[in-house]
């Protein structure tokens, strides 16, 4: 093993500190991935922890799989299981480099519960940091976008981790020399169509006014100390406000939600649009949309995948957001996850999906047949939330609609959980 230097000592100091049980590597085969791939393989060989590595091949570009060819040479030659993730892109309208992001979070946590990990380990710097702190600055963004990137944090399902937040690009680098190991330059880096290598650029060009890359992440250090005064309001909130009910649906007590302040509120409506929506944060003006309708008892509204509707008589008071039907994703073979949801429970041969029209056919015909009889919370559900609740099926019919209290013949013991919320 090689002897440590500063920099690797210190990123497997934080892999002590915030990692627990088998460790994936998210590697591009660049320099900050590679460094890191090759301390969590030192790292996981001395602690007897297993590691495993993954590239996501955007096919974005020519050379983009031989890239990844060469970056599973070079994570076998330390040891470490490789695997390609493939992404089949859309048609390059829209934001690009936005559906990029996503399907890789996506692609990575897929395999990471595949294979049994606890966390994926991301190499982004304290470089990144400032980059990400300056591009978010130019869009105006407040505390929570200023506070910049997490080094610890839980996102569909699956822990994130950022063992190299406090090291500089420089020192990664580094680690890689003294290991005599190569990595790839990524010409993306170069060029000045992304904001980042513009953010990049500005920084050396203010770092002789003082406004450097350790100034910047030093200040979202500080930001995030405050985002977590703010994120407490928001908990004791949703603590007050906020139940989840048997679709799946959150359901909001209006006058609790309007006595808030509106920064607290928009930080409930953006969890919770998060946690129903997949794990992207919506954008302030679709909070504020939300918020907006929420305290004016609107009719519905439509926003971040989500629905919001004014809860009918029979639930008074209420404001329920849930998933809005149209755009929910295909369903998948259990124990999923889908939608956030999953069925340890279920069989391999069973599906997890929407309840949608079919399912709600299904229940009606089991009422007829007296086989089931509707809870009375459930009957009092807009037909929106019904529609879009999780639902088990097997060869192609309805074997459980848990929120329900339906389950045929056989499907007794199925169950589907999700994480909870988070704040």
Do not use: K
């Amino acid at each position: 093993m090689t002897p440590p230097d500063g920099a690797a000592a210190r990123i497997a100091a934080r892999l002590d500190a915030l990692a627990r049980g088998p460790l994936g590597v998210a590697v591009s085969g660049g320099g900050d991935s590679m460094a890191l791939a090759a301390v969590a393989a030192e790292w996981g060989r001395a602690r007897g922890v297993r590691v495993e590595a993954a590239t996501v091949d955007h096919r974005l570009r020519p050379e983009s799989a031989d890239e990844a060819a060469w970056t599973a040479a070079a994570c076998a030659r330390l040891g470490v299981r490789h695997e390609t993730l493939v992404w089949q892109a859309p048609p390059a309208r829209g934001n690009l480099p936005a559906q990029a992001r996503e399907a890789r979070y996506a692609l990575l946590g897929g395999w990471a519960a595949r294979r049994g990990l606890a966390a994926v380990a991301l190499a982004h710097t304290l470089d990144d940091q400032a980059e990400t702190v300056l591009m978010r600055l130019a869009r105006g963004s407040g505390v929570d976008g200023l506070s910049g990137m997490a080094e610890r944090i839980e996102r569909r399902g699956m822990l994130w981790l950022r063992p190299a937040l406090a090291e500089r690009r420089a020192a990664l680098r580094g680690i890689l020399r003294a290991r005599g190991q190569d990595w790839i330059e990524d010409p993306t880096n170069r060029d000045p169509a992304f904001a980042r290598v513009r953010a990049r650029h500005a920084l050396e060009a203010l770092a002789p006014l003082g406004l450097d890359a350790v100034g910047l992440a030093a200040a979202a250090t500080r930001l995030r100390a405050q985002r977590e005064v703010l994120e407490d309001a928001a908990r004791a909130l949703a603590a007050r406000a906020l139940r989840v009910g048997p679709a799946g649906e959150a359901r909001i007590d209006r006058a609790a939600y309007a006595e808030a302040r509106a920064d607290t509120r928009y930080r409930l409506l953006a969890a919770t649009l998060a946690w129903l929506g997949g794990g992207r944060r919506p954008r302030q003006a679709a909070l504020e949309r939300a918020d907006a309708a929420i305290l004016a008892a609107a009719p519905g509204v439509t926003l971040h995948g989500c629905m919001i509707l004014p809860a009918p008589a029979r639930l008074p008071g209420l404001a329920l957001v849930c998933r809005e039907p149209r755009v929910l994703t295909a369903p998948v073979p259990a124990p999923g996850p889908w939608e956030g949801w999953s069925a340890p429970g279920a069989p391999a041969d069973a599906m997890i999906g929407p309840l949608g029209a079919e399912g709600l056919r299904a229940l009606e015909a089991a009422r007829r047949r007296g086989e089931w009889t509707a809870p009375e919370d459930w009957s009092r559900l807009p037909r929106p939330a019904r529609l879009a609740a999780p639902a088990l099926w097997r060869a192609g019919r309805l074997a459980a609609a848990p929120g329900a209290g339906h389950a045929a013949a056989g499907a007794e013991g199925w169950r589907l959980s999700r994480a909870p919320l988070a704040l």
